[in-house]
Nanobody
Framework: QVQLVESGGGLVQAGGSLRLSCAASGLTFSAYNMGWFRQAPGKERESVAGISRSSSSTKYSDIVKGRFTISRDNAKNTVYLQMNSLKSEDTAVYYC??????????????????WGQGTQVTVSS
């Protein structure tokens, strides 16, 4: 049974930082591209970042480029999202996802096979 468990969310002031983690189990982690997505209340889910299986390449949405960094540790079966210079508009539930058929980082949610339950990030202004 595949499980993706996010952690690290919380309340932070604008301009602050948070580091999200997503621990994976039940799959060969190194065989999956990983991604982070988010959904704010009343809004559609949007992509944040993606990373290839070996960390050789990453991709970011324009709204977070330069502020967020995705990384992974295949030995720990964990993907991370370092979020700096947070803004109130970054407030959302953040989800990690695993995509087995992907060969390059992808920001299309439909390409991902497994999803976590999400972790809430709230940025106060």
């Amino acid at each position: 049974q595949v499980q993706l468990v996010e952690s690290g969310g919380g309340l932070v002031q604008a301009g602050g930082s948070l580091r999200l983690s997503c621990a994976a189990s039940g799959l060969t982690f190194s065989a999956y591209n990983m991604g982070w997505f988010r959904q704010a209340p009343g809004k559609e889910r949007e992509s944040v970042a993606g990373i290839s299986r070996s960390s050789s390449s990453t991709k970011y949405s324009d709204i977070v480029k330069g502020r967020f960094t995705i990384s992974r540790d295949n030995a720990k079966n964990t993907v991370y999202l370092q979020m700096n210079s947070l803004k109130s508009e970054d407030t959302a539930v953040y989800y990690c996802a695993a995509g087995g058929s992907l060969t390059v980082p992808n920001l299309n949610a439909a390409k991902y096979d497994y999803w976590g339950q999400g972790t809430q990030v709230t940025v106060s202004s």
